[in-house]
């Protein structure tokens, strides 16, 4: 698999991760803002996980910080490597690129929407 190829997969499981952290912290805050605490409660009892999740949470947000920083960096040394000569190709390269780029970007805001319902939205509710 060339660089590039690699920085795409990275961005797409990045995002997967990044997934994860809206569901352990920011989907039940949300639910719970909205007033739908037995929603959250039929949830939980439905997938179980989702306890174990918010028990793992800073495991969870190192790991998924790895996989960003990975993606990251994959992206950064994807950004000059060359398309192919036959446009076509060279469009669909700087199009994949581009989408590339665009879901890394969408992963790091999930990433960071988690982090603030994870860390500090609690913290900003006990004063």
Request: charged share 10%; hydrophobic share 55%; with cysteine.
């Amino acid at each position: 698999m060339d660089g590039f190829g690699q920085s795409k997969l990275t961005s797409v499981l990045s995002l997967f991760a990044s997934g994860s952290t809206l569901v352990c912290c920011a989907l039940p805050a949300l639910l719970v803002a909205l007033g739908a605490g037995a929603a959250l409660s039929s949830l939980v009892s439905a997938v179980p996980q989702l306890v174990w999740l918010s028990e793992h949470k800073v495991g969870l947000f190192i790991g998924v910080a790895v996989m960003l920083a990975l993606s990251g960096f994959m992206q950064w040394r994807a950004r000059s490597l060359p398309c192919p000569v036959d446009p076509a190709l060279a469009a669909a390269c700087t199009r994949t690129r581009k989408f590339s780029n665009r879901v890394y970007l969408f992963s790091l805001s999930i990433y960071l929407v988690g982090a603030w319902f994870a860390f500090i939205a609690p913290l900003i509710g006990q004063e």
